[in-house]
Nanobody, 124 residues
């Protein structure tokens, strides 16, 4: 059974940075594409970024492109989301998820395994 655990969330001022981590256990990480998603209060969950199993391919939502960077260390079983130039509208619970398709995407319907989420709050 694949398990995903997010960490690294917290309170940060606008313009600040955070790095989220997603630790994957149960099966080798390099079997899976990993996505990051977020859900703000009163809104539907949305895709943020994804990275392919090899790390060669990445995708970003237009709202975070140029500010967020996704990366992975398969040996450590961990995927990261570096978030820079944070804005109040980035406030949300952030989730990582895994899927075993041949491509990565930010469509949550394609993901089978989910973590519990970590809260990110951007506020002065």
């Amino acid at each position: 059974q694949l398990q995903l655990v997010e960490s690294g969330g917290g309170l940060v001022q606008p313009g600040g940075s955070l790095r989220l981590s997603c630790v994957v256990s149960g099966l080798p990480l390099d079997y899976y594409n990993i996505g990051w998603f977020r859900q703000a209060p009163g809104k539907e969950r949305e895709g943020v970024s994804c990275i392919s199993s090899s790390g060669d391919d990445t995708n970003y939502a237009s709202s975070v492109k140029g500010r967020f960077t996704i990366s992975r260390d398969n040996a450590k079983g961990t995927v990261y989301l570096q978030m820079n130039s944070l804005k109040p509208e980035d406030t949300a619970v952030y989730y990582c998820a895994a899927q075993g398709l041949y491509y990565c995407s930010i469509f949550q319907q394609e993901y089978s395994y989910w973590g519990q989420g970590t809260q990110v709050t951007v506020s002065s």
